[in-house]
């Protein structure tokens, strides 16, 4: 028996369902660029970042062969420099992502958990923690205790912490409600258990599409903080350290400042488009 036909219109409107966006496809690519980049910044920088070539300095891009972005005030190759600082940047990026997430959703579920006066206590917490400027505080933080790079990500880690604790408490309060999370319970399951195998990986894809929408926060955060010249130290490089440098030679050497600004406005924009399209593709509701 033969299968049956379906109607041309439902063909093409299938594959049109199934086709990606461009601007997905476009952020999908930059980012799996900017990844490979900071994994074999070693191997495909063409110099060192910290190497002089004081015969060249100020040398724009195209002048010589040897240096195709250009070069900065003390000769220092754009290109190589460009190429670290999108690895330092993704590194601090990726690790303040990832405590805030961790502090966040873990406080986040002790207080749906115990609810009561630990409930009462992470929520002043949540509230305090938002009232604060954060910039304000990360500017006291760096200047009192230095700024090493691990205090950097640890402080950047901070932000937007209560955004996940908010979120965590709220869904693990709705995954209670639902009933299958006191189902596991009433059968013998620690709590260890009904969290880390049932409540979390079902409330996992609203905390990943938060993660997302956060990351470029973080970006832009560490590009503001090294630009004020309190993030990444010399001889260490970053995104935001390149646009602080570069501002004192905009008229003479913009090129300096302009290949890290244009990275971080196409870093930033495509996780904007990725995290919005994994929320559609993943909040059952906007279905």
Known sequence: ?????????????????????????????????MLGIALLADVIAPYAYTALDLRN???????????PLGTDELGRDVLSRLIFSIRMSLLIAFG???????????????????????????????????????LILALAVLAFFGNSLTLFICLLGLHAWERYARIARGLVISAGAQGYAAAVRQLGASPWRVYGRHVLPNIASTLIVSMTLAFPEIILLESGLSFLGLGVQPPETSLGSMVGYGREYLTRAPWILLSPAAVIVLTTFSVSVLGDWLRDRLDPTLS
């Not at 049956?4 to 799996?32: D, N, Q, T």
């Not at 300095?57 to 240096?67: C, E, K, Q, V, Y």
């Open 1 to 33: 028996m033969s299968g049956i036909a379906l109607p041309v219109g439902l063909i093409s409107e299938g594959k049109r369902r199934r086709r990606w966006p461009v601007l997905v496809v476009f952020a999908i690519a930059w980012l799996s660029l």
């Open 57 to 67: 300095r100020l040398a724009p891009p195209g002048a010589t062969m040897l240096h």
């Open 96 to 134: 303040a992502t990832i405590i805030g997430a961790l502090i966040g959703t873990s406080l986040g579920v002790l207080a749906a958990h115990f609810r009561g006066l630990v409930e009462q206590v992470v929520l002043a917490l949540v509230d305090f923690s938002a009232s604060l400027p954060f």
